[in-house]
């Protein structure tokens, strides 16, 4: 790698979804991409409470920072403090929810921003790209209400990375299963590459 990489800060944030089982290996692919892409890759991951249920963070390596609700109220004692969700949202280049489970979704449609994640996905700035990546059963990936909020999201300008069908954890056959590791990596990547980040 040259000593000239190109910096680029990746937000990923995980919901209570089992597909938050993937987590170490959306980061393992992305800190091998950014040899092959001669870069820099700094990565930040907003967990739910929900979503801890599914990762141990001690398996992933140290170099990657790990957020929860509680970082958010411990920045902030009094006027001046900094916002957590705020400067989530000036420092990275992209957002990537992987997964988004249907209770967030649905909240997210809504407006609702009652955690982290959720705060910073409210007060992201449209100018740089939100992915998100859905992840549910396939029965209530098939509920007519899944898809207005797919629809919604995507109007208001976030970019959705498609569900697959697969059998699932549960047993069950169908869509619903989150995107590939590769796909959701190679959305990632091509934003990069596309990019006019200035060199470091």
């Given at each position: 790698?040259?000593?000239?990489?190109?910096k680029?800060?990746i937000?990923?944030?995980?919901t209570g979804?089992?597909?938050?089982?993937?987590?170490?290996?959306?980061?393992q692919t992305?800190i091998?991409k950014?040899f092959?892409?001669?870069?820099?890759f700094?990565?930040k991951?907003?967990?739910?409470?929900?979503a801890?249920?599914?990762?141990d963070?001690?398996d992933?390596?140290?170099?990657?920072?790990?957020l929860?609700d509680?970082?958010?109220?411990?920045a902030w004692k009094?006027r001046?403090?900094?916002?957590?969700?705020?400067?989530?949202t000036?420092?990275a280049?992209?957002f990537v929810?992987a997964?988004l489970?249907a209770?967030?979704?649905?909240?997210?449609a809504q407006?609702l921003?009652?955690?982290?994640?959720?705060c910073?996905a409210?007060a992201?700035n449209f100018?740089?790209p939100?992915?998100?990546?859905?992840?549910?059963?396939?029965?209530?990936?098939?509920h007519p209400?899944t898809?207005e909020h797919?629809?919604?999201?995507v109007q208001w300008?976030?970019?959705e990375?498609?569900?697959?069908?697969?059998?699932l954890?549960?047993?069950?056959?169908?869509?619903?299963?989150m995107?590939?590791?590769?796909t959701?990596?190679?959305?990632i990547?091509?934003?990069f590459r596309?990019?006019?980040?200035?060199e470091i």
């Amino acid at each position: 790698m040259s000593c000239n990489k190109k910096k680029f800060n990746i937000l990923l944030g995980c919901t209570g979804s089992v597909a938050t089982i993937k987590l170490p290996v959306v980061i393992q692919t992305l800190i091998e991409k950014q040899f092959t892409e001669d870069a820099k890759f700094e990565i930040k991951v907003i967990l739910t409470e929900n979503a801890k249920h599914f990762v141990d963070v001690r398996d992933i390596t140290p170099d990657v920072t790990f957020l929860t609700d509680a970082d958010e109220w411990n920045a902030w004692k009094q006027r001046g403090d900094p916002v957590l969700h705020i400067d989530l949202t000036k420092w990275a280049d992209v957002f990537v929810i992987a997964p988004l489970d249907a209770n967030s979704l649905a909240k997210m449609a809504q407006g609702l921003c009652d955690n982290l994640l959720l705060c910073t996905a409210r007060a992201w700035n449209f100018n740089k790209p939100i992915f998100f990546c859905p992840a549910m059963n396939t029965f209530m990936w098939e509920h007519p209400i899944t898809s207005e909020h797919v629809a919604k999201l995507v109007q208001w300008g976030y970019r959705e990375i498609p569900c697959i069908s697969k059998t699932l954890m549960c047993g069950d056959t169908g869509n619903g299963a989150m995107a590939e590791v590769d796909t959701i990596v190679s959305h990632i990547v091509e934003y990069f590459r596309s990019s006019n980040k200035d060199e470091i």
